[in-house]
């Protein structure tokens, strides 16, 4: 069964698109139920500018993206990078077993991120 507060995210997706101007952009799929995410990010003094998400694929991968994306408005990149499995079932609700792994899709997305932020020698 879904959580109520994850048919909320879904429903609303308040930060749905692409920033213009991004600073980071992620992009990933699990091969096995076809679920597409990409994450872009607009970051500056360490901050999160503006991060939003474009899905494809379950309830649950677009409702943890859009809670990702809407809870970490304006919030430090080391806030972002603490942001955990945990913090994201607990803001969504909790997800079924079968649908667990789109806490991880979106993870992992945000891991990309966050990497592509880093300084290259």
Not at 21 to 36: F, K, Q, W
Not at 79 to 100: C, H, I
Request: proline letters at 4%; glycine letters at 8%; one cysteine or more.
């Amino acid at each position: 069964m879904i959580a109520a507060q994850l048919r909320e995210y879904f429903a609303r997706a308040r930060f749905a698109g692409v920033v213009d101007g991004a600073t980071a952009r992620a992009e990933v799929e699990n091969p096995v139920c076809g679920d597409h995410l990409v994450l872009t990010l607009r970051a500056a003094a360490g901050r999160v500018g503006e991060l939003r998400f474009l899905a494809r694929g379950c309830v649950a991968a677009m409702g943890c993206a859009a809670a990702l994306t809407e809870l970490m408005q304006g919030r430090t990149l080391a806030e972002l990078a603490a942001f955990s499995r945990a913090d994201l079932m607990a803001a969504v609700g909790g997800l079924p077993p079968e649908s667990r792994h789109a806490a991880a899709l979106v993870l992992d997305a945000r891991d990309q991120l966050l990497v592509a932020l880093e300084p290259r020698p």
